[in-house]
């Protein structure tokens, strides 16, 4: 039931009844008039029960911009305002191809913020600028990924990030690091499975850089890393 009062021509409602007439959440509400110091009056509901009325007019003023209608993404998660096209993280994730901590992470380091916006599906959230958030992960969306074995072909060479090429040729990642840190060789900065940037060597030079530790136990050099057998 809609509780209001009327007092000195000023209409005062509790929580409930303005939350009901401002069509917001009960606690949006109740935050704004406690942020804002605004004092009630004390008065008695339709039930007789002691409660707070506080004056519409102020409710709706320190509530104006929750008030105000939010910019919604459409269905594809994106929405253009004033020229520049605007999504959610989650959107982005897709869009982009990176891991929402991904983006997170560059996001925190930079001076980029959100609007406030409405999801497609009318919640409450975040909306940033697509073009910011392209320029802050370039590197990363051009980085090329690589798959769930931790490989990727690059001109038609195999590359791989210093734990797959351990794992392929059987050794110890600590030793493949020193030898390719020894060798001179420089990576290519690859993304990995969890969108993190990784350097990648290519699988030959890494081979050539462990040639005297791919020794099979007869004594011959071994294939991918794996003893021979006979």
Do not use: W
Not at 133 to 147: N, S
């Amino acid at each position: 039931h809609e509780c209001f009062v009327e007092v000195e021509g000023i209409r005062y409602g509790s929580i409930p009844s303005l939350a009901k007439a401002l069509g917001l959440s009960e606690p949006a509400i109740a935050r704004r008039l406690k942020v804002f110091g605004v004092q009630p009056m004390v008065g008695k509901d339709i039930q007789n029960h002691q409660c707070n009325f506080y004056p519409e007019h102020i409710a709706r003023e320190k509530c104006a911009d929750l008030l105000a209608p939010l910019p919604k993404a459409g269905p594809n998660g994106l929405i253009e305002i004033d020229g520049v096209s605007y999504g959610t993280l989650s959107t982005f994730t897709g869009l982009l191809g990176l891991s929402i901590t991904a983006i997170k992470v560059r996001i925190q380091s930079s001076g980029v913020k959100p609007i406030q916006g409405k999801d497609s599906n009318d919640h409450l959230a975040d909306l940033y600028p697509e073009l910011a958030l392209r320029k802050l992960c370039k590197d990363l969306i051009e980085a090329p990924k690589v798959g769930p074995d931790g490989f990727i072909k690059i001109d038609g060479v195999l590359h791989g990030t210093r734990l797959s090429l351990a794992r392929f040729l059987g050794l110890v990642e600590k030793t493949v690091s020193e030898r390719l840190a020894s060798s001179g060789l420089g990576p290519v900065r690859g993304r990995g499975c969890n969108g993190k940037l990784t350097d990648l060597y290519p699988e030959p030079a890494a081979r050539e850089a462990c040639k005297d530790l791919l020794v099979s136990a007869k004594g011959g050099s071994t294939s991918g890393g794996k003893k021979s057998k006979k």
